[in-house]
């Protein structure tokens, strides 16, 4: 599921326009774990009436991307560091280039 979950999220941000801010980026990693069960939060509401996330998602990023089970908002993060990069460290970490 989290191969799945992050191959996804590379696709979602390899979607987006050029320069696109940290909130955007945020929303379509929102919206990729909306449609993953795993990630559900059925106690939270999305924007469009579905199901809101689990932290559980961003615990995930985090801990296969930077080693950590908190970080910045995820969305910023990625806006910082670069959509291109960010993709680049999710592919490393689906080709199990990052250490555990």
Not at 1 to 22: I, M, T, Y
Request: glycine content about 12%; proline content about 4%; charged content about 20%.
């Amino acid at each position: 599921v989290e191969r799945d979950a992050l191959a996804k999220l590379s696709d979602a941000l390899g979607a987006l326009p050029q320069g696109a801010d940290g909130e955007a980026i945020q929303n379509a990693a929102l919206n990729v774990a909306r449609r993953i069960e795993r990630y559900q939060d059925h106690s939270k509401q999305s924007p469009e009436g579905g199901p809101g996330v689990s932290v559980a998602f961003f615990q995930m990023i985090y801990q296969v991307l930077i080693g950590q089970e908190r970080g910045p908002r995820f969305g910023s993060f990625a806006a910082l560091y670069g959509i291109a990069e960010t993709r680049a460290l999710i592919e490393r970490a689906l080709a199990g280039q990052l250490a555990a």
